[in-house]
């Protein structure tokens, strides 16, 4: 039995009301819907938020689950609108300014440090693209999904995403460039 | 949040505009500098094709391009674990909405919001009473052995004298109908079911709404 088919049997339990079986998918799932807000927000506070939000969501919307994509497609919808939401909400347009602003902790070991001022230049790079870029960029580079995919869960369309991808790699490049 | 965020209106998909501060330009030898960025962030940069294996144009490019899209390949190689904390606020606030198990429950910002199911049960019938043809109606229990997967996973949150199973914002209703005689009960069947539909989500906000139409007698 492949992963799928687990997940199936458990979202087929949870929709039956069986809280241990959604507890499952939490476990499997959840740090799927906490990377994404993480990387498309770009900070763990509003990150923490949206993967709960979208984690209970998930739960209430359950039974009208169908399936025709897997739990995990799914689930990357409910989060990932989510996260739009909240963008559209906190404009992080500052963003980018937390890539000279970053200050270094003194009794860290130099590699250490370098490596966070590193995480820290690409999380900001990647939430001060523009929403559709920024998506196409997460889903595609950081999560690894094909672009058909991405047109499914943003409602989009492959030559859509192909085109985001396109513009975010390029602008990604030339932010990284300037930083290093 | 709607679809048309997730898209970049009045540009057209398949034609990339300029950036502001302007695309990067070809080579030299002619490469599209936005096909090597993506063979370097796809970790490609290594894979030279024949041009490439000749000019060095290219060859830089791509190693330039290849250690500025190194960091974004590490982390996104990172393991990223789901905070404890969140966890935890997951299962206590999905405890809370089957504790709630015959009121739909929103949990707003200054609160929670509850209806009760009789509630549900009330705007779906009279909406239905509304429909050309449909006679009388009233709430009537899904026999188990027809219960759909929604209704199952409602089965539980089942108010005991309403025919209407809610949970979250979640409802699923069951109505029997007596229609006129001479009707179209397809449609009859149908507009019952658009009508009670609509009413539920207008006035009680519930997202996944089904709704169970039995048509059980006709009346001359």
Not at chain 2, 37 to 65: D, S
């Amino acid at each position: 039995m492949g992963a799928e088919a687990e997940d199936s049997y458990l979202v087929r339990r949870a929709q039956e009301g069986y809280l241990d079986a959604y507890a499952e998918l939490v476990d499997r799932h959840g740090p799927l819907a906490y990377r994404v807000a993480l990387r498309l927000l770009g900070n763990h506070h509003d990150a923490e938020d949206v993967a709960q939000d979208a984690l209970v969501a998930a739960w209430q919307q359950l039974p009208g689950f169908r399936a025709n994509s897997s739990f995990s497609t799914w689930l990357y919808r409910i989060v990932t609108r989510r996260a739009l939401n909240q963008v559209t909400r906190t404009r992080t347009a500052e963003s980018l300014d937390r890539l000279g602003d970053v200050a270094t902790a003194a009794g860290e070991p130099a590699r250490d440090v370098e490596r966070e001022l590193t995480v820290d230049a690409v999380t900001a790079a990647v939430a001060a693209l523009p929403p559709p870029q920024r998506v196409a960029i997460v889903l595609h580079h950081f999560e690894g999904l094909p672009n058909q995919d991405i047109a499914r869960i943003t409602g989009s369309t492959v030559p859509a995403v192909r085109s985001h991808l396109f513009r975010g790699r390029r602008t990604l490049t030339r932010t990284l460039q300037e930083w290093r | 949040m709607n679809e048309q965020a997730m898209t970049d209106p009045g540009q057209p998909a398949d034609d990339i505009q300029p950036l502001p501060g302007g695309a990067a330009p070809p080579l030299p030898c002619g490469a599209e500098s936005d096909e090597l960025i993506e063979q370097a962030a796809r970790g490609r940069a290594g894979q030279l094709t024949g041009h490439q294996r000749g000019c060095p144009h290219c060859q830089a490019a791509l190693r330039e391009f290849s250690l500025v899209w190194e960091p974004v390949r590490n982390l996104a190689a990172e393991q990223v674990p789901l905070p404890a904390a969140v966890r935890t606020a997951v299962s206590r606030q999905i405890r809370e909405l089957t504790a709630d198990a015959w009121y739909t429950l929103e949990l707003a910002d200054g609160g929670a919001i509850r209806i009760a199911a009789r509630v549900v049960a009330r705007i779906a019938r009279d909406a239905a009473r509304q429909v050309p043809g449909a006679r009388v109606v009233f709430g009537r229990s899904t026999r188990p052995g027809t219960a759909g997967r929604a209704e199952a996973a409602t089965l539980g949150h089942r108010h005991p004298n309403e025919a209407v199973g809610v949970m979250g914002r979640t409802a699923v209703v069951d109505l029997a109908v007596t229609a006129e005689y001479g009707q179209d009960l397809d449609a009859v069947g149908r507009g019952v079911q658009e009508r009670a539909i609509a009413a539920l989500r207008a006035q009680a906000g519930l997202n996944d709404v089904m709704v169970n139409v039995t048509i059980g007698d006709v009346a001359t």
